[in-house]
């Protein structure tokens, strides 16, 4: 065996470290997931009360008195 060919303890440490990697990973891959879900939930939420919010206003705007002519009440 060369130099240059690493041994089979080394080869067995490389993995060992790839696959702690690789768990890391998934960990970190499943929080993010985690997170955007509860993300779009919250979105989801603030887009139906901006909805509601919107449908009100143009309620309180159709049921609203136009302006009236008269003069102000100093005249």
Known sequence: MSNSEPSNQELSERIDTLE?????????IETLNQTIT???REIDALKRQIALLVE?????????EG?????????
């Not at 702690?20 to 970190?28: E, I, V, Y």
């Not at 302006?67 to 005249?75: D, F, K, L, S, V």
């Open 20 to 28: 702690m990697r690789l768990t890391f990973q998934d960990d970190t």
């Open 38 to 40: 509860a993300q779009w």
């Open 56 to 64: 009100r206003l143009e309620d309180a705007q159709s049921n609203a």
């Open 67 to 75: 302006p009236r002519n008269e003069p102000p009440p100093h005249y």
